[in-house]
């Protein structure tokens, strides 16, 4: 039997602020946004042009749900974007306003920094250096 990940949840105040945020902030694409009912929707979301990694943004619905959104992951990265060309991406995010959280620096994986979304979830924009890429 073959599994796969395809989904990770991300607890969001709102749909369209956060579709906003990751489409024109970090240049993801809309995959999929489904109304399920008046309050719910199915919105994924991915970097564009990738073919695994998507985002599902689900609306917080219960004051407990959205007393973790923007810390999902108790202050720790929780998405790591991986690119093949950090100077452009890294110029392109501060261009367009993406809070950066740690400048650039040099691992022996490959180049890194720390950003924040909307809602202070931190990830990571690297470039890796071979054979710490994409693990398979």
Same mark, same amino acid.
């Given at each position: 039997? %073959? *599994? =796969?990940?395809?989904?990770?949840?991300?607890?969001?105040?709102?749909?369209?602020?956060?579709? *906003?945020?990751?489409?024109?902030?970090?240049?993801?694409?809309?995959?999929?946004?489904?109304?399920?009912?008046? =309050?719910?929707?199915? !919105?994924?979301?991915?970097?564009?042009?990738?073919?695994?990694?998507?985002?599902?943004?689900?609306?917080?619905?219960?004051?407990? =749900?959205?007393?973790? !959104?923007?810390?999902?992951?108790?202050?720790?990265?929780?998405?790591?974007?991986? %690119?093949?060309?950090?100077?452009?991406?890294?110029?392109?995010?501060?261009?367009?306003?993406?809070?950066?959280?740690?400048?650039?620096? #040099?691992?022996? #994986?490959?180049?890194?920094?720390?950003?924040?979304?909307?809602?202070?979830?931190?990830?990571?924009?690297? =470039?890796?250096?071979?054979? #710490?890429?994409?693990?398979?």
């Amino acid at each position: 039997m %073959t *599994q =796969q990940l395809f989904l990770t949840a991300l607890l969001v105040h709102d749909y369209d602020e956060a579709i *906003q945020f990751y489409v024109e902030k970090l240049g993801f694409e809309v995959r999929l946004d489904n109304v399920l009912s008046p =309050q719910k929707r199915w !919105v994924v979301v991915a970097p564009a042009g990738s073919r695994a990694g998507c985002i599902l943004l689900a609306k917080a619905e219960t004051e407990r =749900q959205a007393a973790y !959104v923007g810390n999902q992951t108790g202050g720790r990265v929780f998405l790591f974007l991986n %690119t093949d060309d950090f100077k452009k991406d890294y110029a392109a995010y501060l261009e367009r306003g993406v809070r950066c959280v740690e400048e650039p620096r #040099y691992e022996n #994986y490959g180049t890194v920094a720390v950003f924040e979304d909307l809602y202070g979830n931190r990830l990571d924009l690297i =470039q890796h250096i071979e054979p #710490y890429g994409m693990l398979e």
